[in-house]
């Protein structure tokens, strides 16, 4: 085999391997909320943006390391996972309270609320563990919870609910519009994690980075020849 085809196929078999491993391993993405967020009204709520839109299939991770306030029963952190769509007020709303109870709501695209489930939630301590999952299939959307007798988040708060949008950002905030009365949290974070290491996403990401790759290895190809050629000129 001729050297200089040898040292091309070794340099792509290196950019290959290392720019689709990059890519899987760059699949999840997120962002932090520090508790100043749930002690905003809502008029007044925040705004945390992914490094971009995601089309379903998607899966998102809710971390809830938060201090409440002890002395307020109305203590709570409200998030809004809103559809990246104009026109559109779909989400779904999770009001996660201090008194471990929660409520999940799903607005319509005309923003009409339906409460989807509510109950008791479970506080992980494990690290990696979520307390709450969203998985957001192409035509419906599944919510899994902290199971606190299995230890992992196989809890199905709701199976198969028809709905399914694309997502760019979360919506933090805690009391109502117009509350005046005091904190409702002291201390902590809620880290939000996107992951889209799902077989359809993974593959239009291994396109992204293996198609560039390809017209590179036809330049390096084109390279080559005019250096075969050279070195040819070179020897008369």
């Not at 709905?163 to 904190?183: E, L």
């Not at 939000?192 to 390809?214: Q, R, W």
Request: net charge neutral.
């Amino acid at each position: 085999m001729n050297s200089k085809r040898f040292i091309l196929m070794v340099m792509l078999a290196i950019l290959m391997s290392s720019s689709v491993a990059s890519a899987i391993v760059m699949a999840k993405h997120g962002c932090l909320i520090d508790f100043h967020a749930f002690n905003l009204t809502e008029d007044k709520k925040k705004s945390y943006y992914f490094d971009k839109a995601y089309n379903p299939v998607w899966e998102v991770s809710i971390y809830v390391s938060l201090v409440f306030n002890g002395t307020e029963p109305l203590a709570r952190a409200a998030m809004s996972f809103i559809a990246n769509e104009s026109g559109s007020k779909e989400e779904f709303r999770f009001h996660i309270y201090g008194n471990k109870n929660f409520n999940i709501q799903y607005l319509t695209f005309t923003g009409e609320a339906l409460t989807v489930v509510s109950g008791v939630w479970n506080d992980s301590t494990t690290e990696g563990l979520p307390e709450f999952r969203i998985v957001m299939e192409q035509t419906y959307t599944t919510i899994y919870g902290l199971n606190a007798t299995s230890g992992k988040v196989d809890c199905v708060l709701c199976s198969k609910f028809p709905a399914s949008y694309p997502i760019g950002r979360v919506i933090a905030w805690g009391p109502d519009t117009g509350w005046t009365k005091g904190t409702f949290c002291d201390a902590g974070y809620v880290t939000v994690e996107i992951d889209t290491n799902i077989a359809s996403g993974l593959i239009t990401t291994i396109l992204d980075v293996v198609v560039p790759l390809v017209v590179l290895s036809v330049t390096l190809g084109v390279i080559v020849k005019i250096l075969d050629k050279l070195g040819k000129v070179g020897q008369h």
